[in-house]
């Protein structure tokens, strides 16, 4: 499967983005999503996930307050809706997709996306 990210960019503190995962390839219900993201000189971090329906959702602790991952298989689209961003939201934001896994762990995902760049300013 190929996944493509957009939706980036430079956003203000306190304001909402909306980034987007489009896939190809293979038959999009047949896979999990997560989403990751990555800082400059930190470790790539989970943000959170959906199942192949759509209908179970998880997020990091810290996030869920704020970010909302959903998606549509006709589309063969998720989203990953920031809320409230933060300057410590900055950061390289990756999609990933798995036939078998809903996990933390980006070692478990076999598919990921180029990623897109989000920049907060304060």
């Known amino acids: 499967v190929q996944l493509v990210e957009s939706g980036g960019g430079l956003v203000q503190a306190g304001n909402s983005l909306r980034l987007s995962c489009e896939a190809s390839g293979r038959t999009f219900s047949d896979l999990n999503v997560a989403w990751f993201r990555q800082a400059p000189g930190k470790e790539r971090e989970f943000v959170g996930a959906?199942?192949?329906?759509?209908?179970?959702?998880y997020y990091a602790d810290s996030l869920k307050e704020r970010f909302t991952i959903s998606r549509d298989n006709a589309l063969k689209t998720a989203w990953l809706q920031m809320m409230r961003v933060k300057p410590e939201d900055t950061g390289v934001y990756y999609c990933?997709?798995?036939?078998?896994?809903?996990?933390?762990?980006?070692?478990?995902?076999?598919?990921w996306g180029q990623g897109t760049q989000v920049t907060v300013s304060s």
């Open positions: 959906i199942t192949k329906s759509g209908g179970s959702t």
């Open positions: 990933a997709a798995d036939a078998t896994s809903i996990s933390p762990s980006p070692a478990d995902f076999g598919s």
